[in-house]
């Protein structure tokens, strides 16, 4: 027992008096180091969790995918085909090996910039267009924006615009999951620029608190559209935080393939069986604009923009490795990308004839049945129609 | 002194029990007016702290058309309050609220609750007092301070199997929850394409109160009406307390649950069988001729003590609680409408953009041909809820006033 006189016994336990007034520094001597095991040239340094040559082929495979399908849909946008889109490009890694460090009942709860997940879970070329052209074929019933994807059945939330609206619902889902007794975690996505949202703080505490088996994965990728991270936060980084709130945490190289799938296998496995939340930054760079309304050359550099698109591009890097276990060639990385290609062009062009959803869908499922009051303004609405067809649009069928 | 409510007194009571099959209760649930119903109306009187006319010594005939209907799920047993051989039993409104959510937690594991100081210190206003020891800390949630956040989590939880019901301390605090009400709770499932519901309740005390504080005396439901995607409701009496709560939590759509500072306290006797209300059903509180009153929560009360001075004075207002603020109950409103031609809305929200401001552009739009005279809407001011008691008391509806606007009303 301590004698009281050393220390304050202080609802929520006790601690030590000192006599020495010190003031903890607002930023650490060091900065906390980023786990990686693979080298800028794809080389292993050392440890990494032993990945076979099936999984890591198919990492590959969906990051070169979701590459493609980003500049693909990217030109499609600037054709003017669709109206909106958001590119991943730069943090394929991210999506992907952590989706590929998951059980499918892990539920994702996404921010935006992480297609990756659904598309390493199954959702097809052809979902991702009905998406991005809103049509009969889209699983949202042509009512969110493109890049707005959700699948139930891939247990992946839909996506809301919302910056950081989605950190309180993975702590709900990982507290209904608790509940359950079941064996998987919920799984949250955010930006650098996302954890200065309320919603951050009060979701990391949450998670602690009720000790909900969530992880926080964090894309600090640099920029939020146009504001640094020095203009966003003065901590290290978002790590930091972590031990704040009670929340155990990692430091990730981004663009790593094989740490990020060490590290989200490892943080999954603490999550669930010791039920707390586990925070992982990753660190990596946006090398897109923002999204499809952004020209990020006007804020940054057009040299620090190439530098992470080339030299540091995560997929690059992956390959090196696979190619040298002989377990890809250039030839397979022709067909592949020629293959994804093709059936992207080819999903576009479906979408884009696709007819669109009926009108009926812009009322239905505001609640579980039509009330009368929705069935009223779409009579009118549909009287409008009649009688100026003109100004309704050809491919909206009634 | 409690609030009483009975039921209905000697004859006409027998004669009801009589042809009621208890096991049929849509027989009570027609809106017949009994011919030999004297005027008569629920003399409310409370506890200290809803200051009524207390002239009256017992409680007379409660609502004579008091509809007892099914919600989406189950079918429920209900047998009328009559006075006669006094079934069910009486209770506060807090604890009809209990009740109303600890029948839901037994029937259904999914059902949980979230809020601040929920679990062992039962809740604000002990609405969930004793809850957490029955069923444990984790389905009665103690949250940190972050409404947003909890509200949000509540959001989440319901998309992936639970039932939450998300208690705002006050209902003023959900203010800081609008971003999750709003673009998430009421927007996911329409914009998920139907994939995922999120059947939550959001409950809480608002209203003004006694000298609580501007903070602390908002009315949420002006401010919420809008979002699309939610329903609204607004319970007055420990019997459609419960039953509103029971209906919200089996609704796979977000309810949001309005109570009143004021009312948790008012006394009643429920049936003991189980019943539900109807999430979008108004209530006949007393009929009448004359005029169609239409209100609902605590200005109920001043509503019928208004009606008892003009009863006296010779008039037969028709008094309606709306109960659903989203969406209204046209088919009864306008039924009312139609019947007596003039209508007079009193509500506790500010004049500007309160849900008396929709109401009347609703019963215009539908409703103008059955009009004699313009719709009179009497709200609370456009101010900030002042604490000094006087001036309190003088920023909602009066009985005094609403006597007055009836006068004006029915010249």
Known sequence: MWPSSQFLDFPG?????????????????????????????????????NVGKEIAVKMYSDMATLQTMDTIFYDAQRQGRISFYLTTIGEE????????????????????????????????????????????????????????????????????????????HAVGVAYSLKMDGKDACAVTYFGDGGSSEGDFHAALNFAAVTEAPVLFICRNNGWAISTPTSDQFRSDGIVVRGEAYGVRSIRVDGNDTLALY????????????????????????????????????????????????????????????????????????????SNVRKQLLDAIQVAER????????????????????????????????????????????L | ????????????????????????????????????RKVSFPVVRSDGSVNLNPGGSNARARRVDQLITNAV????????ASSTSKPGHELLLFEALREGLEEEMDRDPHVCVMGEDVGHYGGSYKVTRGLADKYGDLRVLDTPIAENSFTGMGIGAAMTG??????????????????????????????????????????????VGRQLGAEHSQRLESYFQSIPGIQMVACSTPYNAKGLMKAAIRSENPVILFEHVLLYNLKERIPDEEYICNLEEAEMVRPGEHVTILTYSRMRYHVMQAAKTLVNKGYDPEVIDIRSLKPFDLHMIGNSVKKTHRVLIVEECMRTGGIGASLTAAITENFHDYLDAPIVCLSSQDVPTPYAGTLEEWTVVQPAQIVTAVEQLCQ
């Open chain 2, 73 to 80: 799920a189950t079918k429920a047993d209900s047998s009328a």
């Open chain 1, 93 to 168: 890694a991210i999506n992907i090996a952590s989706a590929a460090a998951l059980t499918i009942d892990d539920f994702v709860v996404p921010q935006y910039r992480e297609p990756g997940v659904l598309l390493w879970r199954g959702f097809t070329l052809e979902q991702f267009a009905n998406q991005c052209f809103s049509n009969r074929g889209d699983d949202c019933r042509g009512r969110q924006m493109p890049i707005h994807y959700g699948s139930k059945k891939l247990n992946y939330l839909t996506v809301a615009s919302t910056i950081a609206s989605q950190l309180p």
């Open chain 2, 1 to 36: 002194m409690a609030t009483i409510f009975q039921g209905l007194r000697g004859g006409a009571a027998a004669a009801l029990t009589n042809s009621i099959d208890s096991k049929k209760l849509l027989s009570r649930s027609t809106r017949r007016s009994l011919s030999e």
């Open chain 1, 262 to 337: 060490s590290a989200v296998r490892a943080a999954r496995e603490m999550a669930i069986c010791e039920q707390r939340p586990i925070l992982i930054e990753a660190m990596t760079y946006r090398v897109g604009h923002h999204s499809t309304s952004d020209d990020s050359t006007k804020y940054r550099p057009v040299d620090e923009i190439e530098l992470w698109r080339s030299a540091r591009d995560p997929i690059t890097r992956f390959r090196k490795w696979i190619e040298s276990n002989g377990w890809w060639s250039s030839e397979a990385e022709s067909e592949l990308r």
């Open chain 1, 13 to 49: 336990g006790k601690v030590a008096f000192t006599s020495e007034m010190r003031f903890i520094s607002e930023s650490p001597k060091e900065r906390i180091p980023c786990y990686r095991v693979l080298d800028d040239d794809g080389q292993l340094i050392e440890g990494g969790i």
């Open chain 1, 354 to 397: 696709t007819e669109k959803p009926p009108l009926v869908d812009m009322f239905t499922d505001v609640y579980d049945a039509v009330p009368s009051n929705l069935s009223e303004q779409e009579k009118w609405l549909r009287e409008t129609i009649k009688i100026h067809p003109q100004d309704y649009p050809s491919d909206f069928p």
């Open chain 2, 162 to 207: 639970l039932r939450p019901i998300i208690e705002g301390m006050n209902m003023g605090f959900l203010l800081l929850a609008f971003n999750q009400i709003s673009n998430n709770c009421g927007m996911l499932h329409y914009t998920s394409g139907g994939q995922f519901t999120i059947p939550v309740v959001i409950r809480g005390p608002g209203g």
